[in-house]
C-alpha cells in the first residue's frame, strides 16, 4: 500500500495525517485506526550459466520494454522463496534450485510504490526457456553486454556482477 486512505476502511471518517518517529502517519481519531505505509517485498533469482545471466522483459508498464532479474511480489502468505522459484517459472518457463541470498536492495524507482527486493542465487534444473506470464521475452546476457535494465536495484545487482 504505498497512497494514503483519504477515509477509514473501517469508519469512513476521514483520515488525519500526524507525524510519528519523523515519518506520516495516518490516523483515523474516530476507531483509532493507524495505516502504516510500508515497502511491498520482491523476490527474484539470479541465474548465471557461463558467463551469461538469465534476464526477462518487461511485457507491461512501469518500464515495458526493458530487462529485468526474473522477480515478482511475494504473496501475503507466500513463503519467499517459493516466491522466488514460482516468479523464474512463471516468467522463464524454467526451474530452479535456490542456492543462497545474493542480495537486499531497497527499491525507490516503481512507481507502483516502494519495495525491498530480495535476490536470491539459484540453477536451472529443468524446463523449457519460454516467456511466459508478465514477460515479453527471455534471454540469457553475457555479462558484459546487458540489454537496457529497469529499475536502480536491478542495475545495481548486475552491474556489481559485471564488475567483478
Ligand atoms: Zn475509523
Not at 60 to 65: E, H, L, M, N, V
Not at 66 to 77: A, D, H, N, Q
Amino acid at each position: 500500500m504505498s497512497t494514503p486512505f483519504e477515509f477509514c476502511p473501517h469508519c469512513m471518517n476521514p483520515m488525519l495525517e500526524i507525524q510519528e518517529g519523523g515519518y506520516p502517519r495516518y490516523r483515523c481519531d474516530q476507531c483509532g485506526f493507524v495505516q502504516y505505509l510500508n515497502p511491498a517485498s520482491a523476490a527474484g533469482v539470479l541465474v548465471v550459466d557461463g558467463g551469461r545471466v538469465l534476464l526477462v522483459k518487461r511485457k507491461y508498464d512501469p518500464y515495458r520494454g526493458l530487462w529485468v532479474i526474473p522477480s515478482g511480489f511475494i504473496e501475503y502468505s507466500e513463503d519467499i522463496r517459493g516466491t522466488a522459484v514460482r516468479e523464474v517459472e512463471e516468467e522463464t518457463g524454467l526451474t530452479v534450485r535456490l542456492e543462497g541470498l545474493h542480495a537486499v536492495e531497497s527499491c525507490f524507482d516503481d512507481p507502483r510504490g516502494n519495495a525491498v527486493l530480495v535476490v536470491f542465487d539459484g540453477h536451472v534444473t529443468g524446463g523449457e526457456m519460454r516467456a511466459g506470464d508478465d514477460a515479453e521475452d527471455v534471454d540469457f546476457f553475457p555479462l558484459d553486454r546487458l540489454p537496457e535494465i529497469a529499475f536502480e536495484a536491478h542495475r545495481k545487482i548486475l552491474g556489481a556482477l559485471s564488475n567483478s
